[in-house]
C-alpha cells in the first residue's frame, strides 16, 4: 500500500514562510505527477502546485510567485516551499501522487497563517 507522509504544517504570521514535505513510501518514478492541494473550510479541495516526473511545474495563479514545488528524487519526496504566507492561504494541504490513473492521497497538514 502506498503512503504518502506529509510534514512541515503549522502557524505562521502573515508574510512569513513554511515548507511542506511529502514523502512516499515508493519510488518516485512510479508516479507520473506529484502536487498539492489545499482545502479551506466550506470550500472545494483546489490544485495549489505540481510537478510532473519530467519536472514540469504548474502553479495555481493565487500562489504564483509565491510558492515553489520541487522534488527529490534520491529521497523520494516532494516539497513545497510557501513564502509571503497570506491569510487566504489558511487551509488543510494535501499531498497526492498519480499513478496511471489513479490518486493516492496523504492525511493533510494544517497550514494557519494569522494576520
Known amino acids: 500500500q502506498v503512503q504518502l507522509v506529509e510534514s512541515g504544517g503549522g502557524l505562521v504570521q502573515a508574510g512569513g514562510s513554511l515548507r511542506l514535505s511529502c514523502a512516499i513510501t515508493e519510488n518516485i518514478f512510479t508516479t507520473n505527477a506529484m502536487g498539492w492541494y489545499r482545502q479551506a473550510p466550506g470550500k472545494q479541495r483546489d490544485l495549489v502546485a505540481r510537478?510532473?516526473?519530467?519536472?514540469?511545474?504548474n502553479y495555481a495563479d493565487s500562489v504564483k510567485g509565491r510558492f515553489t514545488i520541487s522534488r527529490d528524487n534520491a529521497k523520494d519526496t516532494v516539497y513545497l516551499q510557501m513564502n509571503s504566507l497570506k491569510p487566504e492561504d489558511t487551509a488543510v494541504y494535501y499531498c497526492?501522487?498519480?499513478?496511471?490513473?489513479?490518486?493516492?492521497w496523504g492525511q493533510g497538514t494544517q497550514v494557519t497563517v494569522s494576520s
Open positions: 510537478i510532473t516526473d519530467g519536472g514540469i511545474t
Open positions: 497526492y501522487g498519480l499513478f496511471g490513473t489513479y490518486v493516492h
